[in-house]
């Protein structure tokens, strides 16, 4: 027995854990698959601290196949000595002390990433064990945990002649729905630690399956943006690099045009992504648009006075803004964006003069972005005349809904559905289907247009889309009003094949890339039709994984028929209703961007010109592309 009774120290630290294990959620965000994940990250953000603060260069992550992780650094290891004020060791303070987060000394950190910034106490109170050794003065220290709560004292393990930590930790299946890490979603993570951070070597092991990556990018977020753009074409050679700071923050800008039309551009703040963008970003968006006007003006490329929108110069850009701030303040509902006002001064003030100054020493790629820019002007004004149009046509046309549609009587958005469906004769079977009260039926014809390969004004052309969009009500890009959307849920109900895949996967590339809020708000769905019918005498049943399948047949015994749907129009109306549309037996997927960079990779990538990137990308990406197209 190591301790027989708890002092004041003691009590806190049992308190303070329990705190952690009884709402999770308030420090890791969630107990699903995202909160599971959030334990690496915090422990491998306290090894890129070490690597930011020019302590440490390498940081390896492997995945045991007995389901724990291991985080090795080579910094200078969590300090082991005694701390006077509570006479423990200090490593045992860091692993149990909420906000001990360890970081005793300011001077130590200057900036500190960190989702959460919680500590790595709040990964140790959520696994079911955790072992930490320390290289340090020489000396390997190691100690071990249960739920947050030290087995034994820091023991001295004998002599070592580097320095660094190493942690391993298996998630408390108590706590998280799910154990099982996600190889692609820690190396998404990893990968763009290492871009951040141009200095570090990051190893990534899973032993699961033998699986291993090296990430190593001396070009920093400049050989980010060349990556970014691997499937698109760029408008000049190299990416724009800018540097500098200022009132204590270090700013880096990479950005390369692309003949693209939409605009790629993704902020970081101390490694962790600015999603809902911020001070910085703004900063950097007035800057662009004053420096390309400036300099259009004064060499005389526009050909009237009227100038460039802010928007015209960032169509086809792909940009990494990384920033370290001391003293980041992040607000917005995800807690993602900066509110710092230095931090805008700091990126406007140093893009004005460095970007300035790289278009006239590189006067062929100012033109080139020059006119890129005009270009997404002329396409801009060209789209408004088409708006215009489109709107005394739908004024002249008297019912401005589209003919195509079968509406529902409900006229409560929020209890109203709209079904897109594939194909006339589906249509026909979904409409015969559906309730009318609620649920909206409209038929869309084959493939529509390619959005990622096409302007506004093209978009507008498309009757398919005019269609869609007039039936939903709520307008496209910038004149979106979700005030005014007709229905709450937007159904997409195509076959369960390559042709049906590639239409959800059109119409979702045209809702992320013109109908965003959509997505953000939840109103868009995956219908999910049944893969077979299995029956045997009286029993059936609907299937829809191979999985589910497998389960069926074990079920009903040898003997059994099956049936595959390959299509909605095999199944007749009371059928289509009875598995995909009927609210009490249907199950459908909601469509969720979790990381907005993630979402156009992956629409660049199915939806884009180059072929080899597709190809490897699929290959690659396998199972959420089909995950994606259900
Ligand atoms: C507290 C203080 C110091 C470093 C650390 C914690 C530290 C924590 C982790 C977690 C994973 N790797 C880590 N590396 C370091 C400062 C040490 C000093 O002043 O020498």
Known sequence: ???????????????????????????????????????????????????????????????????????????????????????????????????????????????????????????NALSSAMHVEVHRDGEVHQQSYCRGIPQGPVHLLGKTDRTGTTVTFFPDEDIFETVDFDFETLQYRLRNLAFLNRNVVINFLDQRTGREEHYHYEGGIVEFVSYLNRSRSPLHPEPIFISGEKDGIVVELAMQYTDAFNENVHSFVNNITTMEGGTHLSGLRASLTRTINDYGREHNLFKDGDGLTGEDTREGLTAILSLKVPEPQFEGQTKTKLGNSEARSAVESLVNDKLREYLLENPRTAEVIIRKAVDAAAAREAARRARDLTRRKSLLEGSSLPGKLADCSERDPSRA??????????????????DRAFQAILPIRGKILNVEKARMDRILDSEEIRNLVTAMGCGIKDDIDLAKL?????????????????????????????????????????????????????????????????????????????????????????????????????????????????????????????????????????????????
Do not use: C
Not at 417 to 434: C, D, H, M, P, T
Not at 613 to 627: G, K, L, Q, T
């Open 1 to 123: 027995m190591e301790k027989i009774s708890y002092d004041a120290n003691d009590i806190e630290v049992l308190e303070g854990l329990e705190a952690v294990r009884k709402r999770p959620g308030m420090y890791i965000g969630s107990t699903d698959a995202r909160g599971l994940h959030h334990l690496v990250y915090e422990v491998v953000d306290n090894s890129i601290d070490e690597v930011m603060s020019g302590n440490a260069s390498y940081v390896s992550v492997t995945i045991n196949t007995d389901g724990s992780a291991t985080v090795i650094d080579d910094g200078r290891g969590i300090p082991v000595g005694t701390q006077s004020k509570y006479n423990v060791s200090a490593l045992e303070l860091v692993m149990t002390r909420l906000h001990a987060g360890g970081k005793f000394n300011d001077k130590n950190y200057k900036v500190s990433g960190g989702l959460h910034g919680v500590g790595v106490s709040v990964v």
């Open 417 to 434: 559905e709209l079904f897109i469906v594939e194909g006339e004769s589906a249509g026909g079977s979904a409409k015969q289907g559906r």
């Open 486 to 630: 007709r229905y709450h849920r937007i159904v997409i109900m195509t076959d369960a094949d390559v042709d049906g895949a590639h239409i959800s996967t059109l119409l979702l590339t045209l809702f992320f890339r013109f109908m965003r809020p959509l997505i953000d708000n939840g109103h868009i769905y995956l219908a999910q039709p049944p893969l077979y019918k299995v029956w045997k005498g009286k029993k059936e049943a609907y299937v829809y994984s191979d999985r589910e399948l497998a389960k069926a047949l074990e079920e009903m015994g040898g003997g059994a028929s099956i049936q595959r749907y390959k299509g909605l129009g095999e199944m007749n109306p009371q059928q289509l209703w009875e598995t995909t549309m009927d609210p009490h037996t249907r199950t459908m997927k909601r469509i969720e961007v979790e990381d907005a960079m993630k979402a156009d990779e992956l629409f660049t990538m199915l939806m884009g010109d180059a072929v080899e990137p597709r190809r490897e990308f699929i290959m690659e990406h396998a199972h959420e592309v089909i995950n994606l197209d259900v």
